[in-house]
């Protein structure tokens, strides 16, 4: 793109003296919206349950995922300990030996490790270092469009950016996302402005400022896989741009930061890779899933700025959001081509490489990553700065106009969860008071995919403070053998989603005693017992 014309103001116009207050005050503007970003992230932090990935996060921690994972479905359990809870013999090397039972990179976890041994655990405790990572990936953000000569377009899209609803989601889950974000955005933020002032650095400042980059990159690929689809975009960025000793110091720090990141964990990816093939909860396979792909990828600006519920991709309601997301999208392409700014081109593959990236390996390896914000959230930087950018090149008043619609607009739907997390602690309190040793408590997810009993028993438990009952998970019809010892409890409780049909573990042994209301996304409570009126359940 051409770039756009210098034009004189007059020294004592009213747009020189807003742009000299803006330069002067840009450090305290911009500590001011950070401040707010943290209050909205954490207004509600503690409000929701765990979800099971921020579940999975505790059992990585602490070093008890594989253990949780190799528990025998169909056998019955007896003494099951609490394998997201911190032991004594919890190291960090037990938590990085542990992580190849996980689809991710082990910084995020070992820092959660630590931060648990500090202050403890707790919904909002656990979840406050993402708040932080969160509220401090906005000024990244700031300083490019600083650094590209844009000060107020760089607040106006922290401010964005601030209240997102993607970045707001990732601020309130105890998962690496939100760090992934930070070090994403401080290596675009410092490759800008090496780009923009290297020349000027002497020898030891050019070689400190690489370095930093190099660790910045390697510290994001050993914090997210996905971290590196927007490295990705950053490497088209600069083979576009960069040129003689800067691109060749650039190639030299990501080939360190490559080596670093092969020496600390490529044989752990390697480890992994039969964990992460075997994902198929993500799966869509069926008909018509490349115009289901093409909807996602149309409708994610909308979805990444506001809080909305996730559609039905097969409606055709899907059609409107997604002709929403595309005339952004394309409506700020067009804006910052004829308004002929250059500065565009880093937001523009920011944003654009990954999604794209995302949705062709839904297309080829028939998965929905892009229903999920939390696997495209390094890019949503991108696309605001590009929207501000665009809506910088409007006349004025209009910029400020829609910065102010877009931020009210935006913030009216903070409160409302795209995916409202699992009742588990009133699961968790109505089996509490009704459960006594010597008792069974079932989990039975029988035509439901494989992941979903290990879902609801670690999801349930984990707000039991104790559990001296036995356990049983199944996802088919229970063996000969496990059958046979079901006579010797009793009672038993039933914790299941299915709908087809009342889970009765033992007919002819036990009547149904009781049933409880639907608890949101656990299913329901049954309780059995040899004598009617020995077992029953309360409403949650």
């Known amino acids: ?69 190799a528990l025998p479905v169909g056998e019955i359990l007896h003494d099951l300990p609490r394998y997201t809870d911190l032991t004594a013999d919890c190291s960090w090397g037990a938590v990085w030996r542990d992580m190849r039972n996980d689809s991710h990179p082990p910084l995020y976890f070992l820092l959660l490790h630590g931060w648990r041994r500090l202050v403890g655990d707790g919904e909002l405790l656990v979840r406050l270092p993402s708040t932080v990572f969160s509220a401090l990936s906005v000024i990244p953000l700031a300083l490019i469009l600083r650094e590209l000569g844009r000060p107020r377009a760089g607040l106006v899209a922290a401010l964005l950016l601030s209240v997102a609803y993607a970045h707001v989601l990732i601020g309130q889950q105890a998962r690496p996302y939100s760090l992934a974000v930070l070090l994403v955005s401080s290596s675009f933020a410092l490759l800008i402005m090496l780009e923009r002032r290297g020349e000027g650095l002497g020898r030891l400042q050019k070689t400190l400022c690489w370095s930093a980059y190099g660790v910045l990159v390697a510290l994001a690929m050993l914090t997210h896989y996905f971290a590196g689809l927007a490295l990705l975009g950053q490497a088209v960025y600069v083979l576009f741009r960069l040129r003689g000793a800067a691109l060749r110091n650039w190639a030299i720090a990501l080939g360190c930061a490559g080596l670093v990141w092969a020496l600390v964990w490529l044989p752990g990816f390697c480890a992994q890779w039969g964990f992460i093939a075997g994902q198929d909860w993500v799966a869509d396979a069926g008909p018509g899933r490349l115009a289901r792909t093409l909807i996602r990828a149309s409708d994610l600006p909308v ?43 880093v937001f523009l593959c920011w944003y654009l490489v990954p999604c794209i990236s995302l949705a062709l390996l839904d297309a080829l390896t028939s998965k929905q990553l892009l229903t999920h914000l939390r696997y495209s959230s390094v890019a949503l930087p991108g696309l605001v700065g590009l929207v501000v ?72 438990t984990y707000y039991m403070p104790a559990l001296a009952c036995d356990v049983l998970m199944l996802n088919a019809a229970p063996p000969p053998e496990t059958v046979a010892r079901l006579g010797g409890y009793e009672r038993i409780f039933v914790v299941s989603p299915r709908i087809d049909a009342v889970p009765h573990p033992a007919p002819g042994i036990m009547q149904l005693a009781g049933r409880s209301e639907y608890i949101r996304d656990i299913g329901w409570i049954y309780s059995f017992a040899r004598t009617a009126g020995q077992a029953t359940t309360t409403q949650p």
């Open 1 to 69: 793109m051409p770039a756009s014309p210098v034009k004189s103001v007059p020294a004592d116009s009213p747009t020189r003296s807003r742009r000299a207050f803006v330069d002067r005050g840009f450090g305290g503007i911009l500590a001011g919206i950070v401040l707010f970003a943290a209050v909205v992230r954490v207004t509600t932090l503690g409000v929701e349950d765990y979800w099971l990935d921020e579940l999975h996060a505790l059992l990585d921690s602490a070093g008890g995922r594989g253990a949780f994972e």
């Open 303 to 345: 979805r990444m700025l506001l809080a909305t519920r996730l559609p039905n991709w097969s409606s055709l309601s899907v059609i409107y959001p997604a002709l929403l997301g595309l005339l952004l999208l394309v409506g700020s392409i067009v804006a910052v081509w004829r308004c002929r700014t250059r500065v565009a081109a």
């Open 389 to 460: 950018l665009a809506a910088s090149c409007l006349r004025r008043p209009m910029p400020a106009v829609l910065a102010g619609i877009a931020a009210v607009a935006i913030a009216l739907t903070l409160r409302l969860p795209a995916l409202p997390s699992p009742q588990a602690r009133v699961a968790a309190q109505l089996l509490q008071t009704q459960l006594r040793p010597g008792d069974l408590l079932v989990f039975d997810a029988q035509g439901w995919i494989p992941l979903w009993v290990r879902r609801d028993l670690v999801q349930v």
